[in-house]
């Protein structure tokens, strides 16, 4: 019984859950049928909803494309119109331009008649032009070849009279304002260094305090004097000169040590050999001091600083050498200051002229058994204590022995004239004043066409008469500048010298 109730119950129970299952599945069909009606619905409105709006898509496209064909049916229109257009324009051009080719053939066809009457017209001239230079010739007696080689002679003569005439005119009025201007500059530099300095001589004189002191210089024998010409390697002449004895010698530093020494020997009173070498090994080393002391007193004197103390040692050996009678020394100090008096006239480099000037001659200073001039011994020499390569330019430039490179090389050559050409600055003895006059009158004379030549004013010009048969006005400028050119290059002569050509044409005729 209890199992059979419990039967019954399980019954119930599976009938329960067989008839909520079917419950279930009737609900969930009834949910889903629901669901599949509103998603259907959804669609066919989306679809309707698509469907209206590709409708109104549509016809907003046949509008558009409506426009588009009208707007193209009224663009082509109008470029049919505007292609009618310019087909009547090069219609119009095609018809001138076939009536301008009509003209154009009409005018050729008369020019070509014109030139075919020219041609004739021209051959006709030709002909009478040749017949009358026939009939021209058989008069004048002279062919055509000729007559153009007689203008043409006559023209040159006449060209060259002008050139002549317009070249004296330019180098007057260029001269003349040329020289103005260099001497308003040259007398200013020459005022404002006003140099003190004149000659010195090449011998030493010493004085005695009295005849007796001959003597004792003579020695025994000549003992003393042999011993001292041999150790200080100078000349003592001993002539009639009362109270005085002549110390000669053509290196100015020996003869300055034989003096000094000579003086102290004479002041001392013990003159014999020993006493003598002393003495002069004294004075050698003090006359290096004066050497030094000189060159540095130079060189703070011109105004340059900052030199090596062999060019200042060098330099003061100048202060013993001469050249025409001037002192050496003096004459660079001189020409220093005129080198930056003239550079700052000339808006130059002040500093290298003024170096420049006061090195220029330092070769002179050198020992006379070196090979070369002075202008390369002392440019080589300055080059080689790395003194400023335009002064050594400046330096070995000054005769014209290289090229001149820079501005102040040409003032110090200028400054090194004016120092020596100044009165006074030098002096010549007479074989050598007439050997240069000689010298000078010979290179005139050795040009052709030279008639005579005079070397006047001290040898500071030269006149030169000229053929005037063979020499033209032109032929004189060019001769003048040749004479002066060949002076330039073979001679040596303070300042400057003038040439001056003279070319005389007379005409004699006799009355009879």
């Given at each position: ?33 629901k ?13 309707q ?72 017209r ?10 009358q ?8 007696q ?29 180098e ?37 305090p ?11 024998n ?33 003869r ?5 020494t ?99 001659d330092l070769?002179?200073a ?28 400046a330096?070995?430039?000054h ?6 490179e ?107």
């Amino acid at each position: 019984m209890i199992f059979r109730e419990g039967n019954f119950i399980a019954l119930l129970i599976i009938g329960a859950l067989v008839l909520v299952a079917i419950l279930t599945a009737v609900l969930v069909k009834i949910i889903v049928d629901k669901y599949k009606k509103e998603q259907s619905e959804k669609a066919e409105n989306v679809i309707q909803s698509a469907v209206e709006k590709a409708k109104i898509i549509e016809l907003e496209a046949k509008d558009k494309a409506l426009k588009i064909l009208q707007d193209s049916e009224i663009e082509i229109t109008r470029r049919r119109q505007d292609i009618l257009r310019e087909d009547d324009r090069q219609q119009k051009r095609r018809a001138e331009l076939d009536h301008r080719i009509e003209r154009l053939e009409i005018r050729e066809q008369n020019l070509n008649k014109r030139q075919s009457a020219l041609d004739k017209r021209s051959n006709e001239i030709e002909k009478l032009y040749i017949e009358q230079m026939e009939e021209l010739q058989r008069v004048a007696q002279m062919t055509m070849e000729d007559a153009k080689q007689v203008l043409l002679a006559e023209a040159e003569k006449e060209a060259r009279n002008d050139m002549a005439r317009i070249i004296r005119q330019i180098e007057a009025e260029a001269r003349i304002e040329g020289d103005k201007r260099a001497r308003e500059i040259i007398t200013d530099a020459i005022q404002r260094v006003a140099s003190e300095h004149v000659v010195s001589v090449s011998t030493s004189l010493v004085t005695l305090p009295n005849e007796e002191m001959k003597g004792r210089i003579v020695g025994r024998n000549g003992r003393n004097i042999r011993a001292f010409e041999q150790a200080a390697g100078v000349d003592v002449i001993v002539d009639d000169t009362p109270e005085a004895v002549t110390i000669s010698c053509f290196d100015p530093v020996r003869r300055e040590i034989a003096r000094r020494t000579l003086d102290r020997l004479i002041v001392d009173g013990r003159i014999h050999p020993a006493h003598i070498e002393k003495i002069l090994a004294e004075e050698q080393k003090e006359v290096e001091k004066a050497i030094i002391e000189a060159g540095e007193n130079a060189a703070f004197d011109a105004g340059v600083a900052g030199m090596h103390p062999e060019i200042l040692k060098m330099l003061g050996r100048l202060k013993f050498r001469t050249s025409y009678g001037q002192n050496q020394l003096a004459h660079a100090v001189e020409v220093a200051k005129l080198s930056a008096v003239l550079a700052a006239e000339l808006g130059a480099d002040v500093e290298v002229a003024r170096a420049g000037g006061l090195l220029h001659d330092l070769g002179k200073a050198m020992d006379h058994n070196t090979e070369g001039t002075h202008a390369q011994l002392g440019a080589e020499f300055a080059r080689r204590y790395g003194v400023n390569s335009k002064v050594v330019n400046a330096m070995a430039s000054h005769h014209h022995e290289v090229e001149q490179e820079s501005i102040e090389a040409v003032i110090v050559e200028a400054a090194d004239a004016i120092s020596g050409a100044r009165p006074g600055a030098r002096r010549e003895d007479l074989e050598q004043y007439i050997k240069r006059l000689r010298a000078l009158e010979e290179i005139a004379n050795s040009f052709k066409g030279v008639q005579q030549s005079y070397a006047i004013q001290a040898g500071r010009e030269v006149r030169i008469l000229v053929q005037p048969e063979e020499i033209d006005d032109l032929a004189s400028v060019r001769l003048a500048r040749d004479i002066a050119k060949k002076v330039e290059e073979t001679m040596q002569y303070p300042g400057q010298i003038k040439v001056t050509v003279i070319r005389e044409t007379r005409a004699v005729e006799f009355a009879k």
